[in-house]
């Protein structure tokens, strides 16, 4: 029992280190100002899904990895929850919030997971999976904003590709060695 409580722990903290960079990825300016995410609550949402599941398809890679992504995602869910009760959510209401932007994530999830699972994923395919989704204005966005994104997640999945599998499980998934 000692044993597991050890892991659970060790993974505990290998999550924290992965989330606070898939974090720190969320701050980029061009996000916001290039791709037309919104600098909102739900706009922040966005980005943060779209780093949680390139490092969850990444983590989908490697057997070693598996136990990493569920916990990756329970660690994006009370960051959540976190976040909407210091908005000032009741607490009567969080549950209700949070089943909602679950299930937003989620659709998130299959959405970006059909566009990459394509024969040969294309800008143009996730660019579409982004109309009114990621991009909360699409008509307000700069011209080109989805398919920058969509380049933009193109990009991060072949850098989140590139990492081994032991530098992931030391928490590292962006910095350097």
């Known amino acids: 029992m000692l044993k597991r409580w050890r892991i659970a722990r060790q993974n505990r903290a290998i999550v924290d280190l992965l989330y606070q960079e898939l974090v720190s990825l969320t701050r980029q300016p061009k996000l916001y100002e290039a791709f037309g995410i919104a600098d909102t609550f739900m706009?922040?949402?966005?980005?943060?899904?779209?780093?949680?599941?390139?490092?969850?398809?990444?983590?989908?890679?490697?057997?070693?990895?598996?136990?990493?992504?569920?916990?990756?995602?329970?660690?994006?869910?009370?960051d959540i929850d976190n976040t909407v009760r210091e908005l000032g959510v009741g607490d009567q209401s969080v549950p209700k919030r949070m089943r909602k932007l679950a299930g937003i994530f989620y659709d998130r999830v299959r959405r970006y997971e059909d566009a990459f699972?394509?024969?040969?994923?294309?800008?143009?395919a996730l660019a579409e999976s982004f109309a009114g989704r990621a991009i909360e204005r699409p008509e307000e966005a700069p011209e080109g904003a989805a398919a920058g994104l969509a380049a933009y997640m193109i990009t991060m999945e072949d850098r989140f590709r590139s990492v081994p599998t032991e530098r992931i499980l030391t928490g590292n998934l962006i910095g350097e060695n």
Not at 62 to 74: F, I, K, R, S, T
Not at 117 to 124: F, G, I, L
Request: glycine fraction near 2%; charge should be negative; proline fraction near 5%.
């Open 43 to 78: 706009g922040r949402f966005e980005a943060l899904s779209v780093h949680v599941f390139l490092c969850l398809r990444r983590c989908r890679m490697d057997a070693e990895l598996a136990p990493l992504a569920q916990d990756l995602v329970d660690r994006f869910m009370a």
């Open 117 to 124: 699972d394509q024969a040969s994923p294309t800008d143009q």
